[in-house]
């Protein structure tokens, strides 16, 4: 019997390239906010307003997002979920379609980081400090873009399966929850985040493509991957 891999292929919308420089422009539209430290003191206000709110609990809930999905473990996990996927789900094609899909989703932002070298807010204007001062690039957030890789290719993989909608609100709340972290703590300002959705849109619509049209099928002409 054939077996059908989970990642055969990937959502693929007609109307990808478009949706991809639509996605690219908004990406750099909002990484221009980084230019203007006007805006940048407007937004860290939303910063001041989540950590002034802060207690010992949220304190934890918040390092442990911002530890869990740091790029140590955020390797770590995807790697886990890989070694899972080709042990336990016996697809090759799946454990390289789901690390191939969460890297697209995540290493763009290090282009970005390059390209605008936004500052990071400074931490010493909050009343409770939860993490140390970071220091590389602001815009856009990779913690946030990981969240939503990861996220995307757990549901992805659950789709036609009854975890479904678990995959699915296990997306929308780790996005959330990780978002919310990184604002608290201060790593990140709000346009930081928003600009991680467009770059993780951005790096999913190409793999997309590419893998539908090249990558899957030239996989699985091979026996390894068949």
Known sequence: MTRVHRFNRLPHLKSWLPLTIFGLILALVTGLVGNNAGLLANEFGINQSLNSAGNGFLNAVATFASEMYSPKFAVILTAVCMLLLWLFGRSRLDAIGFGATVAMGWLPAEAFKIMFNEPRANISGLVNQVM??????????????????FGFAIYFLARNSRFRVAALVFWIVSVLVEAWA??????????????SLFTTTVGILVLSYLWNKWISQKLQSTKFFA
């Open 182 to 195: 990184r604002l608290y703590v201060g790593a990140h300002y709000l346009s930081d985040e928003i600009g």
């Open 132 to 149: 140390p001062q970071e220091i590389d690039s602001s815009f856009p957030s990779g913690h946030v873009c990981f969240a939503l890789g």
